[in-house]
């Protein structure tokens, strides 16, 4: 296994444990961005698209899951530095997350308060209504 160095030293666990987070959310993301973009596009297309990005999100979700398996074998930090450090990523994690959904939901208000309803996702043409 080849080391992987941040400008602190070695990699270790709590950040490996981050970015396979990371991955995964790329992958749910990737699926949920895939399905709403076939609106509107040729069936041939439309039914290609879900197929490539479900490959890119199962690439992510594999990647995770090794890098999660992997973490074991990496170093834990100490001290009380690194309990800081790792306290302040966890609050600036929460408040990103937090932001995002604030500024998503206040978008959504002002579509709908708009009456451009055309921006939300609709049925598909080819379900079965």
């Given amino acids: ?17 981050f970015v396979a987070l990371g ?11 895939a399905s709403w973009s076939i609106y509107g ?12 990005f479900a490959t ?6 594999i990647n995770s899951v090794q ?4 973490a074991s074998r990496l170093p834990v930090p100490s001290g009380e530095e690194a ?4 306290r302040a990523l966890q609050i600036g994690l929460g408040v990103t997350f937090a932001t995002d959904g604030v500024i998503i939901a206040l978008v959504c208000a002002l579509v709908a308060i708009s009456g451009a309803y055309d921006y ?3 049925q598909s043409r080819w379900s079965s209504a």
């Fill in 23 to 33: 991955l995964f959310l790329m992958a749910f993301f990737t699926i949920l961005w």
């Fill in 67 to 70: 890098l999660i398996k992997s």
């Fill in 41 to 52: 596009l040729p069936l041939m297309i439309a039914g290609t698209l879900p197929v490539i």
């Fill in 1 to 17: 296994m080849t080391q992987t160095r941040d400008e602190t030293g070695t990699l270790t666990q709590p950040v490996a444990r």
């Fill in 120 to 122: 939300f996702a609709r």
């Fill in 83 to 86: 309990k800081r450090r790792g």
């Fill in 56 to 61: 890119f999100a199962a690439v992510f979700v």
